[in-house]
């Protein structure tokens, strides 16, 4: 009944937004960056592409006369992108979208990409252009290296999660801030896509036929079930900080020297392990795909570097966080000496469950990650899904005895 109450308020009002929302022409999202970018010479901008090749969003690029590209203008559409109007999703993402990420700008503005401007009635926001920076997935499948992105990623994370938590804020505005980030639609799908469809069947499933030995015994994997469902159950409960919520490498910009995270429509206060744990599984599916992409005996080389970037990731995250729990935590309890690393411990270990299901999900579920599904042989790209299948299993079923980054490294190799 609550549930129900509270679904018809929040659709009166998601009516209300949609009655100014209209989608946007290239001409508009022109129109809008000229009165919204908040540039010296708006009147410059003449033309927009629309580039979004993600699975929510339109996604326009707006050019000068030069041919420059100078700002971009992103709009929620009223449902998903990748299946059609058949799915419904809300508006309000775009507002969660925008006020994670000037959350996260506030606490790393070197590594959260600029928003200038939002609005919540059209769902727009104008942000940075990024064009002198690459997706770091394609950036990964290709075997460029960027030798700063593990360690500016564990920093974005350590600095963005922990200024969002009890240990930073004051208890009355930390649960404000749990109530304006309130993120039902978007979670779900998460719940689902994460923690359900992988483990039954399932319409949104989407895998190869000669693969339906390896998902259906994740079917019948009591063990494993069970786990799951205590990573969903945290995920549902632990409003520990105020998460990106889909941090994988392509909601990653890199160039030398700098790393921006993007795409923060998933936003809300959930468990700290859940973000480190995606941006691990991403490098794990990388780790998967390379094969397909190098051959067996060049991806080698690179393999050993994406196991040394999930070290130095979780290294720069847990020495940055412990630092600035020792430097700055406001709460007496919290700072007590050896809760930061108390905590860390358990982050850790819901990262690496967490790092399963991502693994499980982009192999078996609705969306597939590039690493993977660009490998041009069959039973080459079947290979690296059953490998991620099979280790994203055993990390959620093994993760409470991974006791450090080196140990999760020696465990990838067994399942190698
Ligand atoms: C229906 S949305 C599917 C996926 O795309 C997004 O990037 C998220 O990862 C989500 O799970
Ligand atoms: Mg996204």
Redesign the pocket.
């Known amino acids: 009944m609550y549930r129900r109450l509270n679904v018809f308020i929040s659709r009166i009002n998601e009516e209300q937004a949609m009655s100014q929302y209209r989608t946007f022409t290239a001409q508009d999202a022109v129109d809008y960056a000229k009165q919204f970018g908040g540039l010296d010479n708006p009147s410059s901008l003449v033309e927009a592409q629309e580039i979004g090749d ?3 969003n339109l996604v326009f690029k707006i050019f000068d006369a030069q041919g420059v590209s100078r700002i971009i203008v992103k709009q929620a559409l009223p449902y ?1 992108r ?2 059609g109007e058949s ?1 419904p ?1 809300t508006l309000d993402r775009a507002r969660l979208e925008a006020q994670t990420l000037v959350a996260h700008y506030q606490h790393s503005p070197q590594h959260t990409v600029n928003i200038i401007h939002y609005d919540p009635a059209l769902a727009v926001m104008v942000m940075e252009d990024l064009s002198s920076h690459q997706i770091w997935r394609g950036e990964l499948i290709k075997n460029h290296f960027y030798p700063q992105a593990a360690r500016q990623l564990g920093e974005y994370l350590a600095h963005t999660l922990f200024h969002t938590s009890d240990f930073y804020l004051h208890p009355h505005e930390k649960k404000a801030q749990v109530a304006k980030f309130i993120n039902p639609e978007m979670c779900e ?2 719940e689902d ?2 923690f359900n469809d992988p483990y039954q069947i399932h319409e949104r499933n989407n895998y190869p036929a000669e693969l339906e030995n390896d998902v259906a015994a994740l079917r019948d994997d009591a063990q494993l079930k069970i786990a799951v469902a205590s990573l969903k159950h945290r995920f549902f409960s632990q409003a520990e900080a105020l998460l990106h919520g ?1 941090i ?1 490498s ?2 990653i910009f890199v160039a030398d020297e700098s790393l921006k995270a993007i ?1 923060a429509e ?1 936003g809300f206060y959930g468990p700290v392990g859940f973000d480190v744990g995606t941006a691990i599984g991403n490098l794990l599916l990388n780790f998967c795909g390379l094969p397909g992409h190098l051959g067996i005996r060049d991806a080698a080389a690179a393999r050993e570097q994406r196991l040394t970037d999930i070290q130095v990731l979780w290294t720069t995250f847990a020495e940055r966080f412990q630092a600035l729990a020792t430097e700055k935590t406001r709460d007496s309890a919290l700072a007590t000496p050896g809760y930061a690393s108390a905590f860390l411990k358990k982050v850790w270990n819901d990262a690496i469950g967490f790092c399963g299901t991502e693994l499980i ?1 982009r192999s078996v ?3 597939h990650v590039a690493d993977i599904d660009t490998i041009q042989d069959e039973a080459m790209r079947h290979a690296c899904l059953r490998h991620a299948i099979h280790l994203g299993r055993a990390l959620i079923v093994i993760a409470d005895r991974i006791d450090s980054a080196e140990e999760l490294v020696a465990r990838v190799r067994q399942y190698s």
């Open positions: 993600g699975n929510l998903v990748c299946v799915w999703l799908i998460t896509l994460f889909d994988h392509g909601s795409d998933f999900r579920g609705l969306s």
